[in-house]
């Protein structure tokens, strides 16, 4: 499999590129080297403050004649400063003017959590605006708008449990079509996985290499043995595995890289399968780890804790 495809039809290529803490100055290489050797899928978000550079690699493929605009898959993600119904068109105008684009093919509510306008990342209990203030339906409402406006074609969530999507689903006029979250043979949420068939959506998997980014976590996705051993067998290496592995479960992964070798390793990933026997190993290496635990959104006597965020 190499695409998703959605309700319409519209396919989605399976492999993309993540753009998360990739610095300004070195996503428009990764960009423009991704497209130069078959990437046709970028994951992008407001909050990573670097869409302009985005856009601008994006231009120079197009100028440079290395795709049309309608070969791309580009997916961005609205702020939890902007949360609200008449916040959303606003936030992904200037997404789409940062990304020199007329329209997305997928917009998602970045976080089922609400900052008050203007911030970046909280600092204390008082950035936050409880969701009972903002519900997430009241934000639907301004993506269902945007989609209905063809700023974007598709439009989903990230970040979502299993109330949360519920919640959208029961009065949502457009269902949603994605839910992104973090997924790795470490964090495979079974339960998460069949209630998002059950309604209909895909999965996109972030973090799929198990962000290399803690320095302090010990726990390393790419140094598991089972890992290892099952690439070393298969002529793979421990990320082309880990990458399969999602990908073989129907699962979109989007893999960060600012470094041409392995952003043409990640993408080779294609070229290679599993056997039954090595994701019968693999799923035995779930231990519900998350490597972005969520705790940045905790502060005392503040609205939001992980545990809310994930598992309510
Ligand atoms: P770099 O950008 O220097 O390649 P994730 O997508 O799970 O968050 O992981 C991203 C991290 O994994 C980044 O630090 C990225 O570093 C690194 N990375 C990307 N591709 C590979 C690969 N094929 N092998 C090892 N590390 C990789």
Same mark, same amino acid.
């Given at each position: 499999m190499t695409t998703l495809k959605f309700r319409n039809n519209d396919e989605m290529p399976i492999l993309g590129l993540g753009t998360f803490r990739s610095e300004p100055n070195e996503v428009y290489n990764a960009v423009l080297s991704a497209i130069k050797i078959g990437y046709r899928h970028i994951d992008c978000a407001?909050?990573? /403050?670097n869409e302009k550079e985005v856009g601008n690699a994006i231009a120079d493929a197009i100028k440079q004649g290395l795709?049309?605009?309608?070969?791309l898959w580009v997916t961005s993600k609205l702020w939890?400063?902007?949360? @609200?119904e008449e916040n959303v068109i606003p936030a992904l105008n200037q997404t789409l003017e940062d990304l020199q684009l007329?329209?997305?093919d997928l917009y998602l509510i970045h976080w089922p959590v609400a900052l008050k306008? /203007? !911030?970046?990342?909280?600092?204390?209990?008082?950035d936050f605006i409880p969701l009972s203030e903002v519900p997430l339906t009241n934000t639907w409402k301004g993506i269902e708008a945007a989609l209905e406006q063809g700023l974007t074609k598709h439009i989903g969530v990230s970040n979502f449990n299993e109330n949360q999507l519920k919640e959208i689903m029961a009065s949502a006029v457009h269902k949603p079509e994605m839910n992104q979250v973090e997924m790795h043979p470490f964090l495979q949420q079974k339960e998460l996985k069949a209630l998002c068939s059950h309604f209909d959506m895909h999965i996109t998997a972030y973090?799929?290499? @198990?962000?290399?980014?803690?320095?302090?976590? !010990?726990?390393?996705l790419l140094e598991n043995d089972t890992i290892k051993n099952i690439a070393n067998a298969r002529n793979m290496s421990p990320a082309q595995v880990a990458l399969a592995y999602t990908m073989q479960r129907g699962i979109a992964v989007i893999p960060k890289s600012i470094n041409e070798a392995r952003l043409l390793q990640n993408l080779e990933t294609l070229n290679h399968t599993l056997t039954e026997e090595d994701m019968t190993l693999l799923k035995d290496?779930?231990? /519900?780890?998350?490597?972005?635990? @969520?705790?940045?959104?905790?502060?005392?006597? @503040?609205?939001?804790t992980a545990d809310s965020i994930w598992n309510n």
């Amino acid at each position: 499999m190499t695409t998703l495809k959605f309700r319409n039809n519209d396919e989605m290529p399976i492999l993309g590129l993540g753009t998360f803490r990739s610095e300004p100055n070195e996503v428009y290489n990764a960009v423009l080297s991704a497209i130069k050797i078959g990437y046709r899928h970028i994951d992008c978000a407001a909050a990573y /403050g670097n869409e302009k550079e985005v856009g601008n690699a994006i231009a120079d493929a197009i100028k440079q004649g290395l795709v049309s605009r309608e070969d791309l898959w580009v997916t961005s993600k609205l702020w939890n400063a902007s949360h @609200g119904e008449e916040n959303v068109i606003p936030a992904l105008n200037q997404t789409l003017e940062d990304l020199q684009l007329d329209y997305l093919d997928l917009y998602l509510i970045h976080w089922p959590v609400a900052l008050k306008k /203007g !911030t970046e990342m909280p600092e204390k209990a008082s950035d936050f605006i409880p969701l009972s203030e903002v519900p997430l339906t009241n934000t639907w409402k301004g993506i269902e708008a945007a989609l209905e406006q063809g700023l974007t074609k598709h439009i989903g969530v990230s970040n979502f449990n299993e109330n949360q999507l519920k919640e959208i689903m029961a009065s949502a006029v457009h269902k949603p079509e994605m839910n992104q979250v973090e997924m790795h043979p470490f964090l495979q949420q079974k339960e998460l996985k069949a209630l998002c068939s059950h309604f209909d959506m895909h999965i996109t998997a972030y973090a799929p290499l @198990g962000s290399l980014v803690d320095e302090n976590n !010990t726990l390393r996705l790419l140094e598991n043995d089972t890992i290892k051993n099952i690439a070393n067998a298969r002529n793979m290496s421990p990320a082309q595995v880990a990458l399969a592995y999602t990908m073989q479960r129907g699962i979109a992964v989007i893999p960060k890289s600012i470094n041409e070798a392995r952003l043409l390793q990640n993408l080779e990933t294609l070229n290679h399968t599993l056997t039954e026997e090595d994701m019968t190993l693999l799923k035995d290496l779930n231990k /519900g780890h998350r490597f972005i635990d @969520g705790k940045f959104w905790e502060f005392e006597n @503040g609205p939001y804790t992980a545990d809310s965020i994930w598992n309510n």
